[in-house]
């Protein structure tokens, strides 16, 4: 998963909640211009503490883990949605 992925899931549900980016973004200090770089993969960098901050707030959990060889679900899905 990438910054863009990730921006596109903290999109998706910061809709799905019915909030607007400068309402998620004043209840967590951030900017609406920062949540919107993240939403569209627009910043460079993103601190992790952002991120957790984000994903809390929005029911979302952050998960690392070991990378494999073999495609994720979500890698296998884009790759049937672009075909």
Do not use: W
Not at 34 to 45: A, F, H, L, Q, R
Not at 53 to 73: D, F, I, M, V, Y
């Amino acid at each position: 998963m990438d910054l863009n992925e990730i921006g596109q899931l903290i999109c998706k549900a910061r809709k799905s909640r019915k909030l607007s980016q400068g309402s998620l973004g004043a209840q967590l200090g951030m900017s609406r211009a920062t949540i919107s770089g993240i939403e569209n993969g627009t910043v460079p960098e993103i601190g992790i503490r952002k991120i957790l901050s984000l994903c809390a707030a929005l029911g979302l959990e952050l998960l690392a883990q070991e990378k494999t060889k073999r495609p994720t679900l979500q890698q296998l899905m884009r790759e049937q949605h672009h075909a």
